[in-house]
């Protein structure tokens, strides 16, 4: 981010009190704050409370082997009865989980009596093709409740899931059973997308020629598409779950027993396996979202529009919410099918009461127009929530006065996969909202923004932010992989977890996020590494380098702009450009997903280099944003710049 946005931001004035009615009834109360500082870990102790525990935890912290942490030693109690089976015990067999809306307009309304036994089946299932606690499942599925319903099936007897999002290619699903050693993959035949099935599992077929680990694979049947069959391997959900005994007797593991491992993009090109376990997590999960969300299950329809293949999935779609025994909505598609006013439609229909989206769908929103939204009636949303990248001051007003009715609070909430549940957020109700800063640490939770001399800065400066204190649902470590875990999070400064976000404190001691401070882009939420692309453009027969940047852009956030060198060899000619950008384009697409695919592809003759061999993607950076190219002292050659400029404009 430039200084210029940067003091932009920092000159928004508007202020949004919080509304008088909203405030008195508020679950969170701002003495919430004062109890959490006055004994952090009783504070904890209590969060945990609100779940149901077979075995009462000894010791709240163990932090003896740091950064290594044990919450909540000793206690045992079972993930998947805590959000399904104890709301049934409550007497809310009855309540609705689920509201499923499918693409094509096809629907499902779950009961938590109906879930109970939905997810009791599919342990079954899982228990009769041979997973045990403690193995590795990979799940590769559209957003139907079968995906939930595999989630908590797989928590439920004690295997860590390993959701890999619907949208990455073959290869890259490949490496992430590998790398968990999963022992059986749920898919579906495919899922719709855009008006029309979408096949997923080809990608399944081609991934596990090559992950000797897997030994079933068990297929959802969503769309009917024709599928290779391979009958010593894949066997029909219908057939295997349906046919299950619907009970199950739920077992209590411990507090520590890993819950999933979710891939992320780190700095190198290996994604990293980022591990959660159960007794910390869900009660971080279940806490911030009973408070952020200002959550009544007796009468909300909670909504969150995130894909169960991120992180927000899973902590405010699966175990958040449904430890906390909500109703809420979950949909299949895109915003715009059939037509654009679809998210509208649905929230008008089920009455949704709480909203949780991305930036970038407020930003595309707004593209739009303002009309499409004004045709529906809105008026039950009470909470709006913002998650996955800064949200910038317009688009955060724009989502308050078209969706909010300027009257619904807006919560942006700052955490990462890393940290498993909301670090960062006002509180609805009690903190008076600035448009685009994330502002507050939640109660109970610990952050700074240092220096490079790890010196907390003063207000009104910038730095890194970092957290000061371990909390509940902390990653565990990257799977099998304790070393990086130390290096990347907690070397840069001892002590301290070091987010990879640059902030900056305002006049108040309110927090700005401004972006990430390493090679890791945010393209509509979703973290995207430029050393995985660059990767995956020089395994291209036709490409000798490849640099990649996240160039700002006004709709998702950041766009992938990469810069090629094509191989002598490669027969190019200029009148062939636009094919040869077209194949990487696809290329990359293939290897890591559509969602990594450049905007831009600018073949170039030379790339900027420090003198030790560095690329600086600042410079390039520059260039794909159309700025005046900044220092290029440190260039090995001061010339290329003028030479990357010069060729660009030719092409
Ligand atoms: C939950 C999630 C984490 C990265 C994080 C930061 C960015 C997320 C944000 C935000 C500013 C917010 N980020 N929420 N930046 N304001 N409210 O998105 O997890 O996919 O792991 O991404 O996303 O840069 O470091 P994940």
């Known amino acids: 981010m430039t200084d210029e946005t940067l003091s932009n931001l920092l000159h928004e004035e508007r202020r949004f009190p919080p509304d008088p009615a909203f405030a008195g009834a508020a679950l969170a109360q701002p003495e919430l704050y004062q109890q959490a500082q006055a004994d952090r870990l009783a504070f904890w102790d209590e969060q945990a409370r609100a779940l149901d525990w077979t075995t009462e935890w000894t010791q709240t912290l163990d932090w003896s082997n740091a950064p290594f942490a044990k919450w ?17 015990d409550a007497g809310n067999g009855e309540r609705v989980a689920l509201h499923f809306e499918g693409e094509p307009g096809d629907t499902r309304s779950i009961t938590y009596a109906q879930l109970q036994r939905e997810v009791s089946k599919a342990a079954n299932a899982l228990l009769g093709l041979g997973v045990e606690a403690g193995d590795r499942v990979a799940i590769y599925l559209p957003m139907i ?5 595999s989630m908590l099936a797989c928590a439920r007897i004690g295997a860590a899931h390993s959701v890999v999002f619907g949208g990455f290619s073959a290869e890259a699903l490949r490496s992430r059973i590998d790398d968990a050693d999963a022992k059986v993959v749920i898919t579906s035949d495919g899922g719709y997308r855009r008006g029309n099935p979408s096949a997923l599992k080809p990608a399944v077929d081609a991934a596990v020629v090559n992950t000797p680990s897997v030994k079933k694979v068990l297929v959802v049947q969503r769309t009917k598409q024709d599928v290779a069959w391979d009958d010593s391997r894949d066997v029909w959900w219908h057939d295997v779950v349906d046919s299950a005994e619907d009970v199950h007797q739920p077992q209590a593991f411990d507090a520590e027993n890993p819950l999933f491992i979710l891939y992320t993009s780190g700095t190198t090109g290996k994604p990293k396996g980022i591990l959660h376990t159960s007794g910390g997590y869900l009660t971080q999960a279940a806490y911030t979202h009973r408070n952020v969300f200002d959550l009544r299950p007796e009468k909300d329809i909670y909504w969150c529009t995130a894909d169960i293949g991120w992180v927000t999935g899973h902590s405010y779609i699966v175990y958040g919410p449904l430890a906390n025994g909500a109703t809420q909505v979950i949909y299949e598609g895109t915003p715009d099918t059939p037509h654009k006013g679809r998210f509208w439609e649905i929230i008008q229909k089920y009455k949704v009461t709480q909203l949780y989206t991305a930036p970038t769908a407020i930003r595309t929103f707004m593209k739009w127009g303002d009309d499409i939204p004004a045709q529906y009636d809105l008026s039950s949303l009470r909470v709006l929530g913002s998650v996955g990248e800064p949200i910038n001051p317009e688009a955060w007003i ?12 807006i919560v942006d909430t700052w955490w990462q996969t890393e940290t498993g549940a909301i670090m960062i957020s006002p509180l609805p109700g009690v903190t008076t909202a600035k448009p685009g800063s994330a502002q507050v640490a939640l109660p109970g939770i610990g952050i700074d923004v240092v220096d490079d001399a790890m010196k907390p800065v003063p207000n009104g400066s910038g730095g890194y932010l970092v957290l000061t204190e371990p909390w509940p649902s902390m990653l565990r470590g990257i799977w099998g992989d304790p070393e990086r875990f130390k290096e990347t999070y907690w070397s840069r400064f001892e002590g301290l977890y070091f ?5 900056k404190k305002d006049e108040d001691g309110d927090i700005w996020l401004l972006g990430r401070v390493d090679d890791v882009m945010n393209v509509s939420g979703h973290r995207l590494s430029t050393t995985e692309i660059e990767s995956a453009l020089v395994s291209h027969p036709k490409v000798a380098e490849a640099a990649v940047v996240g160039a700002s852009d ?15 060899d490669a027969g190019y000619d200029e009148s062939q450009s636009e094919a040869v950008i077209a194949e990487l384009r696809n290329h990359v697409a293939k290897e890591i997903g559509p969602i990594a695919k450049p905007r831009q592809v600018m073949v170039v003759n030379e790339l900027p280099k420090t003198r030790s061999g560095k690329i600086m993607r600042r410079l390039l950076q520059d260039v794909a944003e159309n700025r005046t190219v900044g ?3 440190t ?11 010069k060729g660009l404009r030719a092409g």
């Not at 724009?398 to 609070?409: E, F, L, S, T, V």
């Open 635 to 645: 260039l090995a050659d001061s010339t290329v710049m003028d030479l990357i400029k």
């Open 145 to 149: 409740p079968e995906a939930v319903i």
């Open 72 to 88: 909540f030693v000793g206690g045992t109690l079972n993930v998947a009865y805590n959000c399904v089976d104890r709301h049934v």
């Open 554 to 568: 006004e709709t998702t956030g950041q766009a992938v702009c990469a810069f090629v060198i094509l191989r002598g």
């Open 398 to 409: 724009w989502y308050r006065k078209h969706i909010g009715g300027d009257q619904a609070p």
């Open 631 to 633: 220092d290029v002292t």
């Open 499 to 503: 987010a990879g976000d640059g902030a």
